[in-house]
């Protein structure tokens, strides 16, 4: 009957421990505007090959969503909350745009911790440094990250190709 509910019983039959919420419980699509001008609805829009090395601009949700209640007593509550990781643009910033995330990002005591992806998605993030996903995160959250957390080791040949692939 509800995302909640049903995120509650999953968690009783895989014997989760922890907390899953959602972060909102309103219904909309994703829009990502591109630089040329250009925008497509739907986070599984950003995986065309056609959208391939194109800039993103922004993203908005074609409906406004609410923080769901129970979340954001749990992020203002929280020690730690952690970012990542994810596709940016189709995965993590979404959150961000939910009515009430920002402000509570601002007013937990929580200690922020960003988890850079180990590589760029060529549909998403080509050619971004590590410092550009931080740079979006911070200006969607509201806030600066307390812990960035980024690999400095070289990737194996065999994931590199493994992500080629799948781009």
Do not use: W
Request: hydrophobic letters at 30%; aromatic letters at 8%.
């Amino acid at each position: 009957g509800s995302t909640p509910k049903a995120l509650e019983i999953t968690s009783k039959i895989f014997r989760l421990e922890g907390l899953i919420l959602p972060i909102t419980t309103g219904n909309s699509q994703l829009k990502t505007t591109f630089k040329d001008d250009t925008s497509v609805l739907g986070e599984h829009q950003l995986d065309k090959v056609k959208n391939g090395g194109k800039r993103i601009d922004s993203i908005s949700l074609t409906k406004p969503c609410s923080l769901y209640k129970r979340s954001q007593e749990e992020i203002e509550t929280a020690d730690y909350i952690i970012i990542g990781p994810g596709d940016l643009y189709a995965s993590l910033l979404p959150n961000f745009l939910v009515r009430g995330i920002k402000p509570t990002f601002q007013r937990t005591k929580a200690k922020l911790i960003y988890i850079v992806n180990l590589m760029t998605r060529y549909t998403q993030t080509h050619g971004y440094s590590a410092q550009d996903h931080v740079d979006q995160v911070e200006k969607y959250i509201g806030r600066s990250l307390d812990y960035i957390l980024v690999n400095d080791e070289p990737i194996v040949p065999k994931i590199r190709k493994l992500y080629a692939n799948k781009d």
